[in-house]
């Protein structure tokens, strides 16, 4: 159960509620304003319970479990696609919950990309870093019919915007934060903060490296990884945590 239907149940029981003190002569509060509430709270008690057996039933403590029961009355969905992937499971749920992680991914295993201009995969071109970040197999790695480059600076976690640009406009332009060299005020800073650096004796900065084109990593790039929140602006799907857990899982099973 998600936070829609919590809304749903809550937006119904208002309005029942509304409409009765607006006609009493419909006389339905009587028995829609009590079933509604009944409804709201054990529709999502069914759902921890389910999350509490099955997280019990693949290794989780009672205290674990009941966490998850939590987590599954809250928003059920989180458990499947995030506590659920950590537990001690067998090869028969791994291999349903990688099937069924498609609707999620578009791809038809974790450790694919799926390019969102072309709609096409590209099997094979991921991989994970200690454990907790993701790279590209090899590079360059590109879309093999659009050309889109994916282990870009726009896609990196090393890559910082430029001040006063937003993600849902404007992020062509940044910095790296793991290669760094001296660089003239001039390139680096808007003309009015140039000239007040210069004032102070300043004519250049030791800072990240300018990255003029985000879709052009610079030759000397080594530490590429890859960023789930800032592949979401193109709507690259399930790039962020769920796709590390998911790709532990298929480790498991090769």
Not at 40 to 48: C, E, H, N
Not at 195 to 208: K, Q
């Amino acid at each position: 159960m998600t936070w829609h239907w919590h809304l749903l149940f809550f937006i119904g029981w208002i309005s029942v509620g509304i409409i009765s003190s607006s006609f009493p002569t419909l006389n339905i509060s009587f028995l829609f304003f009590p079933l509604i509430p009944i409804f709201w709270v054990s529709v999502p008690i069914f759902f921890a319970g389910k999350a509490f057996v099955y997280s019990s039933h693949h290794g989780s403590s009672l205290f674990s479990a009941f966490i998850n029961a939590i987590i599954g009355f809250s928003h059920y969905p989180k458990f499947l696609w995030s506590r659920r992937l950590t537990l001690k499971l067998p090869s028969n749920d791994i291999q349903t919950i990688l099937k069924e992680s498609v609707n999620i991914t578009k791809v038809s295993a974790p450790d694919s990309l799926f390019c969102p201009f072309c709609n096409i995969e590209i099997p094979q071109a991921l991989r994970l870093v200690s454990g907790e970040n993701i790279t590209t197999t090899k590079r360059p790695i590109q879309c093999p019919r659009c050309g889109l480059r994916f282990d870009c600076c726009r896609y990196c976690q090393n890559y910082e915007v430029s001040g006063g640009q937003g993600w849902m406009h404007e992020n062509s332009r940044g910095k790296c934060k793991v290669i760094k060299e001296v660089q003239n005020i001039d390139t680096l800073c808007d003309p009015s903060m140039a000239n007040r650096l210069r004032d102070m004796g300043w004519d250049s900065l030791y800072t990240g490296l300018s990255i003029p084109d985000n879709f052009t990593p610079p030759d000397r790039c080594r530490q590429f990884m890859l960023d789930g929140e800032k592949a979401k602006i193109d709507h690259i799907p399930g790039m962020g945590k769920i796709r590390i857990l998911l790709m532990k899982l298929q480790k498991k099973l090769d």
